[in-house]
Nanobody, 116 residues
Framework: QVQLVESGGGLVQAGGSLRLSCTAS????????MGWHRHLPGEQRELVAS???????NHLHSMNSRFTISRDNAKNTLYLQMNNLKPEDTGVYYC??????????WGKGTLVTVSS
């Protein structure tokens, strides 16, 4: 069973930065695509950013380049660098990956709280 474990969430003041990490129990090169999603209070979960096995990235346009997704295959870790955080970024952030065989895995999430 593949496991994805997020870390790096916490409390930060508006304008601050956090780097989220997602460590996989398997070689992340096995994932065709990986992504970060977030669930903001009162809203549906949304995709924040994704990255393919080849390194192609997509970021939600509303992020205005504040968030950057990256992956380190040697460490089996996916990252989300979040800069200039805003109170409306407060929510639970999830790591997700789809294997080459189509099976999809999710982490349990990490809470990000941005104070004004």
């Amino acid at each position: 069973q593949v496991q994805l474990v997020e870390s790096g969430g916490g409390l930060v003041q508006a304008g601050g930065s956090l780097r989220l990490s997602c460590t996989a129990s398997t070689n992340i090169a096995s994932f065709n695509i990986m992504g970060w999603h977030r669930h903001l209070p009162g809203e549906q979960r949304e995709l924040v950013a994704s990255i393919s096995s080849g390194g192609d990235t997509n970021h939600l346009h509303s992020m205005n380049s504040r968030f950057t997704i990256s992956r380190d295959n040697a460490k089996n870790t996916l990252y989300l660098q979040m800069n200039n955080l805003k109170p409306e970024d407060t929510g639970v952030y999830y790591c997700e990956g789809t294997m080459r065989d189509g099976i999809n895995y999710w982490g349990k999430g990490t809470l990000v709280t941005v104070s004004s």
